[in-house]
């Protein structure tokens, strides 16, 4: 599966979550060219904070695995760019690679990436993963515009609209 292949699901995914009135943010887990976790953001629909798309898509794809050896190295795809808290997910899970569309200044993990250094080298993972931006930018961007075209007045609608104004 390719990356473009990969944040074309995690843009579908994020479908599913704008047509169940959350944030629309998508993600999915790969491994080869099977997808092990799928998953959008449900902030509304769960009525929690820590239920982002691609920690959500990390934990079915950890369920699915156990600790299962893998044949394959996993890799992470999302529209938007992930947080700290799901790129330190992502080291825990051992994702090799991540794809995402559209960065998340408030808030984004890609910065952290080159100079990450694990405290010991003995640890096995917690390696940071190769992070690609870019990919499918424009069709991403547009699910944000389409989120604030219908989402209440307030702080994730505010958020999202500084997304969907990201340059390209």
Not at 35 to 49: F, K, M, N, P, V
Not at 137 to 155: D, K, M, V
């Amino acid at each position: 599966m390719t990356p473009e292949q990969m944040v074309q699901a995690a843009i579908e995914t994020a479908e599913d979550g704008l047509d169940a009135g959350e944030l629309p943010i998508g993600a999915v887990v790969v491994m080869g060219d099977q997808i092990l976790g799928r998953a959008y953001t449900q902030d509304r629909g769960q009525s929690r904070r820590l239920v982002h798309a691609d920690l959500l898509a990390m934990v079915q794809a950890d369920e699915r695995l156990g600790w299962a050896r893998r044949p394959q190295p996993l890799r992470l795809a999302v529209n938007l760019e992930p947080c700290v808290m799901c790129f330190g997910a992502a080291m825990t899970l051992g994702v090799a690679e991540i794809y995402y569309a559209l960065e998340s200044p408030a808030d984004g993990a890609s910065a952290i990436a080159p100079h990450w250094q694990p405290a010991s080298l003995d640890l096995p993972g917690y390696a940071a993963p190769a992070m690609t931006s870019g990919i499918l930018r424009r069709e991403s961007r547009e699910l944000f515009r389409r989120y604030c075209r219908t989402a209440p007045e307030g702080g994730f609608r505010g958020w999202a609209q500084s997304i969907g104004n990201l340059p390209d």
